[in-house]
């Protein structure tokens, strides 16, 4: 276990702590048992690195362990904690929980054989929790990590620092709301890099192969992560990434699942579940008509892709942008709020307020006569009236 302790120690005092994830603040630390999911690049690593070295405390009672390290091929984390435990571990952070087996009803039994030691985990945004033997869900507290806001994107980049809004502030509150944007901000000088680079971390650091970097991303995910589940068949992977180029070219569209099992060459009754796992690992939104709820079975009304330099990097052709508004408004939004396909214009959120979105000549018409309705649109700076920016919405987490 030293070697665990010295990669520990090495890559806790190597993380900086200059910028941190919305989820930081979010997350009350003082629970026993906390767990973390998210979708590969999102940050969830350097989200835990940077608090064990906020705690200041010697590797020998913060210590953070990934279980893919080949360490645990040969030793159980049972007897690992055991160890960290008798020589003084307080806190535990566990990563890449999903690479180890049974390691949920491992992690139950070292939480209920450890009354002072505190645990928190990270996995794969496929992750069912609730589904994992042991019953953990009982037991933690459960996040999702998702990718940059605008807002943390403006952030990171030392750009501008603005205030974190709720729904509630956007829509009801537009002259409070300009008080707190910053004389001689130009959001959109910033917006449309944002939409190609800015949702994953790591995209920041190295721009001009983040399109490469995210498709290697995408065949991970496929290749490894999904190969996990016990209802997909690793010899349906190629098909899997074909489905995903050929709903990267449609989005946003309404899926017809015979036309999607000709393409993709996926039988019919299998291309529903297919969708869900590829919304679970957050490479596609499904977004469903009101008064239906993601389920493996279920068809929804609208696809779009989860994100967009997702977009961008599978996009053959440059994106078109309507395209690029709605996965954005779909993105922002689905993190905190329930979004879906509305009868009357293009989106009805939390099963309240309603919004069509679109440019500069959008009018009122679709939303004429409707309470709570608002029209989004991309290329102004500042709410007026029922007119929101489309860029406000990034200002959400």
Not at 226 to 249: G, P
Not at 322 to 327: M, S, V
Not at 357 to 367: E, L, T, W
């Amino acid at each position: 276990m030293i070697t665990l302790l010295e990669q520990s120690e090495r890559l806790v005092s190597s993380v900086s702590l200059d910028f941190k994830r919305y989820l930081f603040d979010v997350i009350p630390w003082n629970n026993r048992l906390i767990g973390i999911k998210g979708a590969r690049g999102t940050g969830k690593t350097t989200l835990l690195l940077q608090w064990i070295k906020e705690q200041d405390l010697p590797t020998e009672k913060a210590a953070y362990f990934s279980l893919d390290d080949l360490y645990f091929t040969s030793h159980s984390l049972k007897e690992t904690v055991s160890t960290f435990y008798k020589n003084g571990g307080q806190i535990l952070v566990l990563d890449e929980v999903h690479k180890y087996k049974n390691w949920s009803q491992e992690i139950k039994n070292c939480y209920d054989f450890y009354p002072e030691l505190k645990i928190v985990f990270t996995g794969s945004s496929i992750i069912d929790i609730t589904k994992q033997e042991g019953d953990l869900s009982r037991r933690a507290l459960l996040f999702e990590l998702v990718g940059l806001s605008f807002r943390e994107y403006l952030k990171m980049l030392h750009i501008v620092d603005l205030p974190i809004l709720n729904l509630q502030e956007l829509l009801f509150h537009s002259a409070e709301i300009k008080k707190k944007i910053p004389v001689g901000f130009r959001p959109n000088q910033h917006f449309s890099h944002y939409l190609h680079v800015g949702y994953y971390p790591f995209g920041l650091a190295d721009t001009t192969s983040i399109h490469q970097r995210i498709n290697q991303l995408i065949r991970t995910i496929v290749e490894i992560d999904l190969a996990e589940l016990k209802d997909f068949d690793i010899r349906n992977a190629k098909k899997m990434l074909q489905l995903i180029y050929v709903i990267a070219q449609q989005v946003p569209f309404k899926p017809n699942i015979s036309n999607l099992a000709i393409k993709t060459g996926i039988h019919r009754n299998s291309l529903n579940s297919y969708l869900y796992y590829l919304d679970q690992a957050k490479i596609i939104s499904l977004v469903f008509q009101a008064g239906n709820s993601i389920a493996i079975l279920q068809k929804p009304e609208k696809i779009v892709l989860n994100n967009t330099t997702l977009l961008y990097a599978l996009s053959e052709e440059k994106a078109l942008v309507g395209t690029l508004r709605e996965t954005f408004f779909v993105s922002q939004l689905q993190t905190i709020h329930k979004v879906n396909v509305s009868k009357q214009a293009d989106f009805l959120v939390d099963g309240t307020y309603t919004f069509e979105v679109g440019g500069k000549g959008k009018g009122q018409k679709q939303i004429k006569g409707l309470e709570n309705a608002w029209i989004v649109k991309d290329d102004i700076e500042l709410p007026m009236l029922n007119t929101i920016p489309l860029w406000m919405f990034g200002l959400l987490y």
